[in-house]
């Protein structure tokens, strides 16, 4: 079967046009990057958008970046905080991280570094480094009721798990060596 870009795209625009929310986040990825269509950043935020509206932690992330840069939609870091939020709340430690940066540098608001810390710690325990060493320099400037209350925060947040290693793969049986002998 041949693999084509576009026929993929096509197949993912049918489901996105059919109601299916991955597919929909998909298709905004494709046309965010131009993969087997041509490259349209209106056209993603309008398929993230749509996939976001139906709580899709992927989209609204995606979304959320296309807010921050004024790409497709127009630059907005509170929208852009609001969609990262969600995200986190709905588990995604790559919002949690994205959010934390916003609130660890008071880019769209007012500075909030006992969230950030708390949201640093949550994308931490899946295993992000970058949010690890983030959230330990971030500690050294807090008080200990700042600590006190990032913790809180933090244990209201759903439990992340670090990603799943991909299991090796076990070596393909020989095809002769799987006959019977005769």
């Not at 087997?36 to 989209?59: H, K, M, R, Y």
């Not at 608001?109 to 994308?123: E, I, M, N, S």
């Not at 809180?152 to 002998?181: C, I, S």
Request: no cysteine; glycine share 8%; proline share 5%.
């Amino acid at each position: 079967v041949e693999k084509s870009p576009s026929t993929a795209f096509r197949h993912y625009l049918q489901a996105a046009k059919a109601g299916l929310v991955p597919a929909m986040n998909e298709t905004g990825l494709r046309y965010q990057t131009g993969t087997g269509v041509t490259e349209d950043v209106v056209a993603a935020a309008g398929w993230f958008t749509l996939a976001a509206q139906q709580s899709n932690p992927s989209a609204q992330v995606s979304l959320a970046r296309l807010y921050l840069q004024g790409l497709g939609v127009q630059r907005n870091a509170g929208t852009a905080a609001q969609l990262y939020n969600a995200a986190a709340v709905a588990g995604s430690p790559d919002a949690a991280y994205e959010l934390a940066q916003l609130l660890d540098y008071g880019v769209g608001g007012q500075r909030d570094p006992v969230r950030a810390h708390a949201l640093y710690a949550f994308a931490a325990d899946a295993k992000s480094e970058k949010a690890a060493e983030r959230r330990d320099a971030l500690a050294k400037d807090l008080t200990k009721d700042q600590l006190t209350a990032a913790e809180l925060f933090r244990k209201g947040l759903p439990k992340t798990e670090a990603p799943a290693e991909k299991p090796a793969e076990k070596p393909k049986a020989d095809a002769q060596n799987t006959k019977a002998d005769a």
